[in-house]
Structures are given as C-alpha cells and as structure tokens.
C-alpha cells in the first residue's frame, strides 16, 4: 500500500524549498523596483503553507520508501511544483488564461522551453529570472537536486532516484546515491557559473548573462529577450552557447571524468557518446548544404581579394548556423537564431530525426536519448545474424559489458509509449484543428522537451499563445510526459497500482 505520511513528509519538505527559490525571485522583484509583495507574497506562504502542514502531517511517518512510494512522490511533486509555480504569472497579471500559466511553467520545469507569450521583454524581471530558475531546477531534476535533503528529512534516496531516472542507467561516481549527487551538482553549478562568465567576457550584461547561464546548462531555451540568442547577433555568444549546450547534453557522468580526472580515453571510447556525435555532424553537414546552396550569393564569389573573403565569412557563417541549429535543437535546448520553416524541407526530416533523438542518458537534454537507438541498432544487428546462425547467443553489449535483457526490455517499452504518445498527441492535434506538420511538430516538440516546433501555426519563432486552451493541457502533458520519461507519470493510472499486490 501507498504510505501516504512519507509522501507527505517528502513533498512538504519540497514545498518548502519551492518557497525558498521563490524568495529569491521576490529579492529579484525588490532590487528592480517591481510589486514584489502582490507578484510573490501569495505563492511563498502558500507553498510554505501548504509544505508545513503536509511534513507535519508525515512527521511521524516510518522512514522506508517503498517503489509506489517514489514514483508517486516523484509524479506529485512536478505537478505541485508546476501548480505553485504558476501563481506569479496569474498575479502578476501577465496572462488572465489558466492555461497559459500553468504551460509556461511546466515549459519552465520540464526545460522544453515553449513560450506562450508573444513578447517576454513586457515580463517583469523577477518573472523572468523564475523562467530561468525553474529551468535549472528542472534541469538536473527536481527529485534528483533534492536526494542530498532527502536524508536529513529521514526519507531513504533509493527508490526515489529509481523512480526519477527510469529505463537508462546514468552511471554511479559513488556507492550512496546521495553523494553522487552531490558531486553531480556541484559541477552542474561550476558548469552554470562558467557558462555565465563566459557569456559576461563575450558581452552579455551580467543579468543577461546568469539567466542565459541557468537555460543553456539545464537545455531550457527560455531567454530575456524574443528572439533568444539572435538578440545578441554574436558569433562569440553563439560559440560559448554551443560549448556549454554540448557538455549539458552529455552523460553528466562522463563531463565529470572528463573535467575532475581527465580520463579522456575512457570518456571518448562511450559508445552513445560516439553515436550521439556522429548523430550532431551528420546533421550539421545536412544543415550547412543545404544552408550554403539556399542562401549564398554565388554571384559575388571569384578570385579577388573581395570574392574571396566573402566566400570565407559565408563558410564560418554557415558551420557556425548549422552547428548551432544543430546543438541546439538535438541537446533540446531550442535557443533560436533562424526560421528554420524556410530552410529546404530536407531540413525538416533532419530537424524532426535529432528532436526525436535528443542527448545522452544521464544528462539534461530531452528526446528519447541515444543510448535507446543504440540499443534498438544493435537488437537489428543481431537480428539480421540470428537469421543467418539461428542457434547463436548473441547479447548487447556496450564495449566491453553486456547490458541486462530489463535495461534492454525498458528501452524498447519506452520508444514503444513514445510512438504511442506521438501518435496520439499528433491526432488530438488534428482533431483540434492544425494541420498535419503542425500536429507533428509540436506534439515531437512537447514530448521531446525541445521548445521551437516544427509548423506554420507554431514556427521556431513563434509563441504557443495561438493554440487553444485543450492543446496547451495537452502539450502540457505530453512535456511533462517526456521529462519524467512517460513511466513515472502514466504509472499512478494504472489500477494495479493502488492494489495492496
């Protein structure tokens, strides 16, 4: 059976830390001279509110987490979260559609990025630092921020982290849970404050520069300004970007082994990390033909001095565009700097191809995860061989380990659910009124945490508003489906569930 008073307790003890994030944003809102009590007043006591009666109400819970137990504690805190979370845009007047708040913040959370306001620059400042903030938060995982607190509230980490990353593992630094994620976050914040003084030395002001900071470590997208990264019209911002988006998309593990001991063989020898760059420069190479053939002017090419080096800046102009798209949209970031709805449309198929795929296990980025098509290729792999040698054991291995046949079944499982959600989310699309691209793009988009969508209705600069309020619950959904990776979400619906076996 569910133990109601150990939920309680974790997710009083969440709140509570809501709340404390959401002082910050009211200190925000104080030092830019906003209405800092009518924007925040109301959210913080209710969340503190709220959080104090459910841990006390779980005070005297035992202390054992059974596996129903995370996996509800897991799906109930990024709705409460988002629930909460939600309050400042409905006070601070920025929007008056319940929809509309509660899919920005869940944008926010599941760091898809998708904005439902046409212009971010009329948000007050402390609203848009809380955009940036949710991103962070939601990055590395709410659950899996929160396991260094979990014991000093008497709440064991095991099942909760089991039930935050499910299907793939993401590699273990430590025998406890708890101090991997310490380790863990600790290079999240010295990525985070790296990227912000990196973007300050390029040119971004300070306040630029940390909220920017906080979206392109958790690959979010959510910017100060409409239109993103190409606000700025920076190759040198455009260059930090693509480093800081790079490492957030890699097995966190990895980016430790790499940075802290410098094991980089070990590093470069990771089969889904190998798969994940040859996956980026295949559509990098994809993107800069058919950016080179659509949009230089060939004409002022020739062998002077001026041809010449308008043909060197149109190069550096096309790698820098098509390994930026490319980044961004595969790591799920989504920061923006071309329409690329008028691209050829050989782009598209690329575009919607590494939505689908997104980075490596065990890091911020979206989509399915590479380690899942490396396993599917090697299960076709072998396959094919089966035919030709019927009575061969042939297992998957990942270099020199053999994956477990449940690694492997959960893989399958998962893009099984994903096709099965994309489908479905791409028909109630259609039955709302968008026409198939659009159905498609955005469904991809929402359930790969991606933010630009593919379509006319909803292009890579445009804002969700225009979507009607049945479609944003429902991308709201699908977001959140993606982020807790569909199992930890559709898991609390099934009947057996709740049966005392």
């Not at 909460?84 to 601070?92: A, E, N």
């Not at 993401?170 to 003084?197: D, E, M, N, Q």
């Not at 019927?390 to 492997?408: D, F, K, S, W, Y």
Request: aromatic content about 14%.
């Amino acid at each position: 059976m569910i133990n109601k008073r150990i939920i309680a307790k974790a997710v009083g003890g969440l709140l509570a830390l809501e709340s404390a994030l959401m002082m910050l944003c009211f200190v925000v809102s104080l030092y830019f001279g906003e209405p800092a009590w009518r924007i925040w007043t109301i959210p913080i006591l209710s969340a503190l509110t709220i959080g104090s009666i459910l841990f006390y109400y779980g005070k005297k819970a035992q202390n054992t987490v059974g596996r129903r137990d995370g996996y509800f504690i897991v799906s109930s805190t990024w709705i409460i979260f988002s629930v909460f979370g939600m309050l400042p845009f409905l006070l601070s007047g920025s929007t008056d559609r319940l929809s509309i708040a509660f899919f920005e913040t869940i944008s926010g959370f599941t760091t898809t990025g998708a904005t439902a306001f046409p212009v971010v620059e009329v948000l007050p400042n402390s609203l848009l630092f809380w955009r940036s903030l949710m991103h962070w938060l939601g990055g590395m995982g709410i659950i899996f921020f929160t396991i260094a607190v979990l014991p000093t509230l008497g709440i064991g980490e095991q099942k909760v982290f089991a039930a935050e990353v499910t299907g793939v593992k993401i590699g273990k630094l430590h025998p406890r849970i708890s101090t991997t994620a310490h380790w863990l976050w600790s290079l999240y914040f010295l990525l985070t404050v790296s990227c912000a003084l990196a973007y300050y030395f390029c040119g971004m002001s300070v306040w630029d520069a940390v909220n920017h900071a906080l979206a392109t470590l958790a690959t979010g997208g959510f910017s100060t300004h409409t239109e993103s990264i190409g606000w700025f019209d920076s190759p040198l911002i455009e260059y930090v970007a693509m480093l800081f988006m790079w490492l957030a998309s890699v097995n966190f593990s990895l980016t430790y082994l790499l940075i802290v001991k410098r094991r980089v063989g070990v590093v470069f020898g990771n089969t889904e990390l190998r798969a994940f760059i040859a996956i980026s420069l295949t559509a990098v190479l994809v993107f800069a033909v058919s950016y080179f053939v659509s949009f230089v002017d060939f004409s002022r090419m020739s062998f002077t001095p001026e041809g010449i080096l308008y043909f060197l800046g149109e190069c550096e102009e096309t790698l820098r565009s098509a390994f930026f798209q490319a980044i961004s949209l595969q790591t799920s970031t989504g920061f923006t700097k071309h329409d690329f709805m008028l691209w050829p449309s050989i782009c598209w198929v690329v575009v919607i191809f590494i939505s689908f795929c997104g980075g490596c296990s065990g890091s911020t980025s979206g989509g399915v995860k590479v380690i899942r098509l490396v396993f599917m290729a090697k299960i076709i792999h072998n396959e094919f061989l089966r035919i030709l040698h019927p009575r061969a054991v042939l297992p998957i291995r990942l270099g020199e380990e053999t994956v477990e046949h449940a690694v492997v079944r959960s893989a399958v499982a998962y893009l099984f659910l994903y096709g099965f959600l994309l489908v479905l989310g791409s028909a109630c699309m259609l039955l709302l009124g968008l026409s198939p691209l659009d159905s498609l793009g955005i469904t991809v988009s929402s359930l790969s945490n991606i933010g630009p969508a593919l379509g006319y209705a909803v292009g890579p600069l445009d804002s969700w508003d225009v979507l009607p309020d049945m479609a944003l619950w429902l991308q709201s959904f699908l977001m959140l489906a993606g982020r807790l990776e569909i199992f930890s979400l559709i898991l609390p619906f099934i009947p057996s569930f709740w049966q005392s076996r």
